[in-house]
Each structure stands twice: as structure tokens, then as C-alpha cells.
């Protein structure tokens, strides 16, 4: 078996093969093109049994690996960590593209269990719409505080509450204030007001279509307990494909609330881990927090590990974890759904 370790940049792929045992057998420079993807593919078919590894930088890779996947090539994701560790490890000293591209395999080779690449499906449409979203929120959160300042300059102590500024009405009676004064401030301000006005038309056009695609993608998972719209898009948009994760303990590693264990001896501990997936993560802090504050289970199990002496914090987590558990299993009910009704996605675009 022959790995291909490729090293992604902006405008070119270095690729290099190595063998079973890590070892150099060839390597290819290709532009980061349609055309130069097509070359690296020509120029691996001389590997009978081959296997492509990509460092898992999408945002370089993922031209590669859909170009890659669509001629029938076997696909891998290598975590930038584990290539870093193979090149610590490598007796050429430097860093180089090649040298980069064969860390890549070799880490490949090392670890039998990596992500398997697959094609993009919906779940990037709904992270793509998430995240300029998100955007689009701080971009008007920041118009709202500029023009707070400017409403307290021209008259101190009238400037509405920054929640409120996303009211029509209010920013209808902002702007009936401002209309009759002179000066650039007041100009500024007016000119903020329209552009807040923009955004909150865009940013609320834009979470009627998320709530739209996540009822699609994930009905189970908004019938959960604190779940709502845009926290389901959330989870579905970073997770994208519950189904390549082999199991939930593999799921709560990937978000981060699986704890680490601390313990030596005879006393067994556990700390927090810091890593994962912190977008994962905080989705599922949200439904955790919802959960206590609505009463029910999540209250009623947080009550019981305040009983047994953990703190609040530690409670939370204990249950932001049991709460992964049941986000894996209702997300893998809805894509095999998907998987078993191809023509639901159709039937909504």
C-alpha cells in the first residue's frame, strides 16, 4: 500500500509517496487548480493500491479532496497535530513542502483509524449560513455600540438599551430625532441607523432559512429538551456527518466533553478537557444551561450531583456530557433518515 501525503497551499500541492515502512518512493508539485489536480491523479496511477492523505486544513484541501473523491480515490484527513508530531520525529532536519507532504504520510501510516473524507453534503450549506450569520450579528452589535456613543454626545443619557436597538420601532423613533439635527454626529448616526436597519433584515431573512434547513436535516434533534434552531444548525454544521464518528465516546472526544484522566495509583481523577471542537462544544453548553433553567431531567440530574458533593461547574459538565450522548444518537436517527429518503433534501430546495 502506498500513502500519498499531500502538503496544501494556496496556489500549489506538494505530494509525496511513501511506502509501507515511511519511506520516500516519489514526489509531485501540482498547482492548486482543477487542471493540477488532474495531473497529481494521472501522476499516483502508477501506485496499483494507493491512499491520499490530506492534512485537515479544509479551507486549502477541500478543492483537493472533492476533486480527489470525485475520480474514486480513497481519502483520509490527517489532524494537523499528528503531522506536526511526525515531522518532530523525521531525521531531515528543516521544513520544506516535501518534507511536510511526508510527515503527512507518515502519519497516516502510523494512525490506522483517521477520518475518512467524503463529499460535502448539506451540513456545509447550514454551518456556511451559521457562521455569516454570526457575522453579520457582530458586525451590527458593533454599529449598535458606535452609535450609542454618538446618541450620548448629541444628548447624554438618551441612548436606548443596545438590545433594543434591533426593533423596528425603535430605530424608526432613532431616526425622527436624529432627521432635524445638523452637524456630521448626527449625520453619522443616521447613516447607522439604516445600516442596522440592513442588518437586521439580513440577519433575520437569514435565520428563517436556517430554521427552515434544520427542521429538514434535524428534526429529532430539535425535538430534544433546550435545542433550538440555531443551536441544532450549529451542532449539524460543525459535526458535519455524525456517521463518520464510530461511536458517542468517539463524538464527545470530538467536542470536547469527554473528560481527561488525571489519575495515577489509586486515585482515580478526571479534568476538563480543553480540546475538541469549542463551536460543539459551547452548542451543547446551551442546551445543558436551557435544560436546567426549563426544571425537568437536566435539572433533576444536576440536583443529584450537587447532592453527591460536586460543584455546580462539575454538575454541568457531567451533564453537557450526557447531553453529547443523546445529541450522537439523534443525529444518527436523522441522517440515516436522510440516507433512507434522498428525496426529502430535494423536495425543500
Known sequence: MIVIGVDSHKRTHTAVAADGTGRRVAEKMAAATAAGHLELVRWAGRFTERRWALEDCRHLSRGLSRDLLRAGEAVVRVPPK???GARRSSREPGKSDPIDALAVARAALREPDLPVAALDGPERELRLLVDHREDLVVERTRAQNRLRWHLHELDPGSEPPVRSLGRAAVLAGLEARLDPLPGTVARIARELVGRI??????IDALGREITALAGTLAPSLLALVGCGPLTAAKLVGETAGVL?????AAFAR??????????????????????????LNLGLHRIAITQIRLGGLGRAYVDHRLAAGDTRTEAIRALRRRISDEVFRRMRDD???????????????
Open 82 to 84: 499528528l503531522m506536526a
Open 254 to 279: 470530538h467536542n470536547g466533553s469527554a473528560p481527561v484522566p488525571v489519575w495515577s495509583g489509586n486515585t482515580e481523577r478526571h479534568r476538563l478537557s480543553r480540546s475538541g471542537n469549542r463551536q
Open 244 to 248: 463518520r464518528f464510530r461511536s458517542s
Open 335 to 349: 441522517e440515516r433518515l436522510r440516507a433512507s429518503a434522498p428525496g426529502l433534501l430535494a423536495a425543500v430546495a
Open 197 to 202: 436597519r440592513e442588518l437586521t433584515t439580513a
